[in-house]
């Protein structure tokens, strides 16, 4: 590769990549405890449920993600929750012990070179999607900050709707 925009589009794929894994992982996360999904957004592509079909969307933002979640009575319990939040994270923690795993058995250079690059962003999404924030410009609820209000409810034995979670529904 020679020059910067080989570089940057590669590395663009390479987050986009984990971000797709990350939102996989919310999208099975919701799935198996039967929560309906409204949207998926992967960097500036994604799918909205209108009309009772998925349809085709364009974003500005290019380097972010969410699963949007709806359900019928706007109440998510404690446990469904901890499973979506926690699942995008492990999707990326797994993804990438996987490839940084296989990093070690390849003789091929160039194939060792982009697994572990593949796998250190990975789990890179990861980590920071552990990390408590919340980013108003975006309307983005780190999976970090959920996982904390899940577990101030569990605490405090309050297992009503998490407001912030309500108002944004992003993963």
């Known amino acids: 590769m020679q020059g910067l925009l080989p570089f940057f589009i590669f590395m ?23 929560l309906h ?14 009309r009772g079909k998925f349809r085709l969307h364009f974003y500005k933002n290019a380097f972010s993600g969410h699963v949007k979640r709806i359900e019928p009575d706007n109440t998510i319990p404690l446990k469904k929750e901890f499973i979506f ?9 797994i993804f990438g012990a996987l490839l940084l795993s296989a990093y070690h058995y ?3 250079n ?22 408590p924030f919340k980013l108003k410009r975006l309307n983005l609820i780190s999976d970090g900050l959920r996982l904390i209000v899940v577990l101030a409810r569990w ?7 998490n407001k912030a979670a309500q108002k944004d529904n992003q993963g």
């Open 37 to 50: 999904i409204d949207e998926v957004k992967v960097g500036f592509i994604g799918f909205r449920k209108r």
């Open 110 to 131: 160039d194939l060792r070179e982009l697994l572990m690059i593949f796998g250190a962003v990975s789990i890179f999404i990861g980590v920071i999607n552990l990390i």
């Open 12 to 34: 663009y794929a390479v987050i986009f990549t984990s971000i797709l894994i990350h939102e996989i992982g919310h999208v099975i996360g919701a799935l198996a405890v039967n």
């Open 85 to 93: 939040s926690v699942s995008g994270i492990s999707a990326n923690l």
């Open 155 to 161: 605490l405090t034995g309050v297992d009503q709707p």
């Open 106 to 108: 390849r003789n091929n």
